[in-house]
């Protein structure tokens, strides 16, 4: 179901040279619109990869920067495939597009999770529970659409080119039984089996550390393959979250990553814990309903 020629990367792709073609030849944003008889704002949203260009505009674009024939052909046929819809597009009304089309080119993800399950590794009984807690104001038909989108995106995790995962879990994600004690317990058997995988790495970050490097929320670094792609970090909301692209972002977030890691227990202990809570979860500990004191 996902595949690495994601429209979302070659739109970003595209953007991204336009821009180094329009610098090169000298000629600002405002002079390009002028041109095309479009806004600026258009132009600055193609070359920032949130707006598909058509094969039209981007030949007209590359005509005013004085581009070869050659190169400008290669681009359009990008231009082409950019405009094509990536399996996700039916759920487009209750997803992210945007980081489901780059987290199926990226080659490896780099994450942090205080709160819940990230969503390749949710089941699909815990991520229905998730989803109607968090979210009371979608209804069931919608709640549907976005498991069935978090299932088809787990793939990437076991397809001929699968993608590397290390994530980071805080204890209080593996302490809170969404869902119920049977779900719960279900997705905690999950995370152990997943974490077999050899392209998977979970650890676990203890409450007993104390403050911490992430303590400002969940966010997600993913890399490409490819030289002319960018990394990008994801840090998500509830409004539907930050694509942060800029170098200095970039590098914040691995010196926070790596901080993370190394405060964590050891990947192979996490999951002899998250094992044992599966057969003696937390929740169990402490009577229902009781009092902290």
């Known amino acids: 179901m996902t595949e690495r020629r994601s429209p979302t990367i070659r739109r970003r792709r595209l953007g991204a040279e336009l821009r180094r073609q329009r610098e090169a030849a000298g000629i600002t944003i405002e002079m390009v619109a002028e041109q095309l008889e479009c806004s600026a704002s258009k132009i600055s949203r193609i070359e920032t990869g949130h707006t598909s260009a058509s094969p039209r505009d981007v030949r007209d674009m590359l005509q005013i920067y004085g581009v ?84 088809g995106r787990q793939s990437l995790l076991s397809q001929d080119d699968p993608i590397d995962l290390w994530v980071v879990l805080d204890e209080a994600v593996v302490s809170r039984p969404v869902g119920g004690d049977a779900v719960m317990r279900a997705q905690l058997r999950r995370l152990v089996e997943t974490a077999n995988l050899p392209n998977v790495t979970i650890q676990l970050l203890p409450f007993e550390v104390g403050a911490h490097a992430g303590m400002d929320g969940s966010f997600a670094i993913l890399d490409f393959p490819e030289a002319g792609d960018p990394d990008v970090v994801y840090a998500e909301n509830a409004t539907g979250g930050l694509f942060l692209e800029k170098n200095d972002e970039l590098q914040k977030y691995i010196f926070i990553f790596d901080h993370i890691r190394a405060a964590a227990i050891r990947p192979d202990e996490s999951i002899a814990l998250i094992a044992k809570m599966a057969e003696e979860p937390l929740w169990k500990c402490r009577p229902k309903g009781s009092a902290w004191t």
């Open 68 to 151: 070869s024939d050659e190169e400008s052909e290669e681009l359009v046929q990008i231009a082409r495939e950019a405009r094509q819809k990536g399996w996700w597009h039916p759920y487009s009304t209750v997803l992210t597009g945007a980081y489901v089309g780059l987290e199926a080119a990226a080659s490896s993800i780099r994450a942090y999770e205080p709160q819940v399950v990230p969503g390749l590794l949710q089941t699909e009984e815990y991520a229905k529970a998730m989803i109607l807690g968090a979210r009371t104001d979608i209804s069931a038909g919608q709640i549907d659409q976005m498991v069935r989108v978090r299932l």
